[in-house]
């Protein structure tokens, strides 16, 4: 029987005989809006896992440390142990989401540079924007600790814009979680997928990502399904 540590809304963490090493599994349920809206698509979990599970071999491969460590099963991965820092680094390639309704600029308008938003991970608050020094007061990180994710942050936009290029997708913007290691190492972790990219196909600009659930615009397993298939057949992934 494995020992539940945490159940979170895609996901439950489990302990494993390895101290140091934790299971993922991924489930079926789709969230949006914290939570008030919910449903399971049978197939999502699976799709997830081996969506991220290609994306951080890729990361890895490409120089970002990441907890992850191999796939399981169709729904497993094990991962490394860390603390998850509570906070969702944003990084956005073009306007869209809440930033569009924040500032009221153009969807769909790019961003050069990059833009890095801050959010404190917490349900109870809606995870709400926060800049550098709520994050040192709230999140317990060190400043070097914080420019490090920012940095890391933006490589891994580099990368990620590099593979669904291949993938003849555009990258809108990405949510990403990083945690720390026993030893005080920063691992990017959580996972990136369609649950946490905004993705839109390059030639006709469809959505394909979680907004098709959010908006109810569309129907969430085929669209992962097509994103996994061109993730297996991308070039940078042979
Ligand atoms: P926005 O701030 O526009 O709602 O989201 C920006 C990006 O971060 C989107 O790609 C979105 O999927 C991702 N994101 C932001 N917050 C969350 C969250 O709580 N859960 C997940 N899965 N993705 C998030």
Known sequence: MKELLYEGKAKKVFCTE???????????????FNGKKKEAFRGKGELNNKISSKIFTLLEEKG?????????????????????????VVVRNKAAGSLVRRIGIEDGMSLHPPLIELFYKNDDLDDPLINDRHALLLADVTHKELMAIKEEALKVNDVLLEIFEDCDLSLVDFKLEFGRTEGGNLLLSDEVSPDTCRLRDKQTGAKMDKDVFREGTGELVPVYENILQRLEGATCAK
Do not use: N
């Open 18 to 32: 390895e101290p140091e090493e934790l299971l993922l599994e991924y489930k079926d349920d789709a969230t949006a």
């Open 64 to 88: 970002t440390p990441t907890h992850f460590l191999k796939e399981l099963s169709d729904t497993e991965q094990l991962v490394t142990r860390t603390s998850i820092i509570p906070l969702e």
